[in-house]
T-cell receptor, first 114, second 114 residues
Framework: AQSVTQLGSHVSVSEGALVLLRCNYSSSVPPYLFWYVQYPNQGLQLLLK??????LVKGINGFEAEFKKSETSFHLTKPSAHMSDAAEYFCAVSSSGGYQKVTFGTGTKLQVIP | DTGVSQNPRHKITKRGQNVTFRCDPISEHNRLYWYRQTLGQGPEFLTY????????KSRLLSDRFSAERPKGSFSTLEIQRTEQGDSAMYLCASSMTEGNEKLFFGSGTQLSVL
C-alpha cells in the first residue's frame, strides 16, 4: 500500500521568496516519488521525479526536491518564487518494481503575491 | 508527438444518461491510465491498461463504470446511468512500459451531471 500526505492545501509566498511545499509518503517498498504541476485548465505535467540514485533531484522551472528516507519526505523547493509559479502542485508516489500505479496527494495550491 | 488527447473537453448530461469519453495516448506509449479528479482533490486512480489488456480495474467506482482499449491504441471510458456524484474531471494519462514512471496527462474531460 502507498499513500501521500501534502501538508497545507494552500500556500502563499511573496514574489522572490522561498517556496517550500511539503510532502510525506508511505510505501511498503522502495518508492518512486514525483511532483506534478497543474495550471488552470491544463493537464498535469511532471516537474521532477526520484527513482534511484542522487536524493536531491532537480526539475523544470528551477524547482528541486530532496528524498529523505529517514523522514519519509519529499519536499519541493524553489529559492525564488515567480508569478508564473502560481499553480496547484501534486506530490505522488509509486512502487518500484512490477506494475507501478501512481497515487497522488490532495494537492497544494500555490499563490504568489507580487 | 501531439501529446495525450481527450475528447470531449466538456460534457453536460442529465442524470440517468450514459456518457462516453475518449482518450488518444501518445502513439508509442503502451500504458494508459484513467483517473478522476474532483475539486480540491488529487487525481484518483480508476483503471489501467497495458496495450489492450486491462490490468487493474478494481478501483473503478462502481459497475456503472467501464473502460476499453480494444486495439491497444485509444481508450474509452463509459459511465452508465450517470449520477450527480459522477460530476468530476476525468483524466487520461499514458506512459512507456520502460521508464514508465513518467505519466503524460491529457487536459481532461469535465463532466457535469445535472
Amino acid at each position: 500500500a502507498q499513500s501521500v500526505t501534502q501538508l497545507g492545501s494552500h500556500v502563499s509566498v511573496s514574489e522572490g521568496a522561498l517556496v517550500l511545499l511539503r510532502c510525506n509518503y508511505s510505501s511498503s517498498v522502495p518508492p518512486y516519488l514525483f511532483w506534478y504541476v497543474q495550471y488552470p485548465n491544463q493537464g498535469l505535467q511532471l516537474l521532477l521525479k526520484y527513482t534511484t540514485g542522487a536524493t536531491l533531484v532537480k526539475g523544470i522551472n528551477g524547482f528541486e526536491a530532496e528524498f529523505k528516507k529517514s523522514e519519509t519526505s519529499f519536499h519541493l523547493t524553489k529559492p525564488s518564487a515567480h508569478m508564473s509559479d502560481a499553480a496547484e502542485y501534486f506530490c505522488a508516489v509509486s512502487s518500484s518494481g512490477g506494475y507501478q500505479k501512481v497515487t497522488f496527494g490532495t494537492g497544494t495550491k500555490l499563490q504568489v503575491i507580487p | 508527438d501531439t501529446g495525450v488527447s481527450q475528447n470531449p473537453r466538456h460534457k453536460i448530461t442529465k442524470r440517468g444518461q450514459n456518457v462516453t469519453f475518449r482518450c488518444d495516448p501518445i502513439s508509442e506509449h503502451n500504458r494508459l491510465y484513467w483517473y478522476r479528479q474532483t475539486l480540491g482533490q488529487g487525481p484518483e486512480f480508476l483503471t489501467y491498461f497495458q496495450n489492450e489488456a486491462q490490468l487493474e480495474k478494481s478501483r473503478l467506482l462502481s459497475d456503472r463504470f467501464s473502460a476499453e482499449r480494444p486495439k491497444g491504441s485509444f481508450s474509452t471510458l463509459e459511465i452508465q446511468r450517470t449520477e450527480q456524484g459522477d460530476s468530476a474531471m476525468y483524466l487520461c494519462a499514458s506512459s512507456m512500459t520502460e521508464g514508465n514512471e513518467k505519466l503524460f496527462f491529457g487536459s481532461g474531460t469535465q463532466l457535469s451531471v445535472l
